[in-house]
């Protein structure tokens, strides 16, 4: 699963309760991914992607033991739509712009060539 599927799966987690620690995610049996558990490398990157994006807050304890230090509660702002996995084309651009992807045929006027000699 992506980063974003974990965050959206942590979010929903979180806001079932009040707050959370990283290894109360871990702990929690929240499977993101039918292979198992949400280990703690998959937490902290899912936490990180929904601070970034204003999903979850941190909120930190003083006095509580350094794992139970920081918290975790949701926020309500919603995780931001993933981008598509195909990038555009460069010619769906063009496309988008209006401009045609074979060159215009212009009338050109009879030209001609001169050349200077250097013979004298």
């Known amino acids: 699963m992506s980063t974003h599927e974990n965050a959206e799966a942590l979010v929903v987690w979180v806001r079932q309760r009040s707050s959370a620690t990283v290894s109360d995610i871990t702990a929690s049996g929240l499977r993101p991914q039918a292979s198992g558990l949400m280990n703690s490398r998959t937490a902290s990157d899912a936490v990180q992607?929904?601070?970034?994006?204003?999903?979850?807050?941190?909120?930190?304890?003083?006095?509580?033991?350094?794992?139970?230090?920081?918290?975790?509660?949701?926020?309500?702002?919603?995780?931001p739509i993933p981008r598509s996995k195909s990038a555009p084309s460069f010619d769906e651009l063009l496309a988008a712009w209006g401009i045609a992807l074979e060159?215009?045929?212009?009338?050109?006027?009879?030209?001609?060539?001169?050349?200077?000699?250097?013979?004298?």
Do not use: C, F, M, W
């Open 49 to 79: 992607y929904a601070l970034r994006y204003g999903a979850l807050e941190h909120v930190v304890r003083r006095g509580a033991s350094a794992k139970n230090r920081v918290n975790y509660r949701a926020t309500g702002v919603a995780l």
């Open 103 to 120: 060159p215009v045929s212009l009338p050109t006027l009879d030209a001609h060539r001169h050349q200077i000699s250097d013979n004298e």
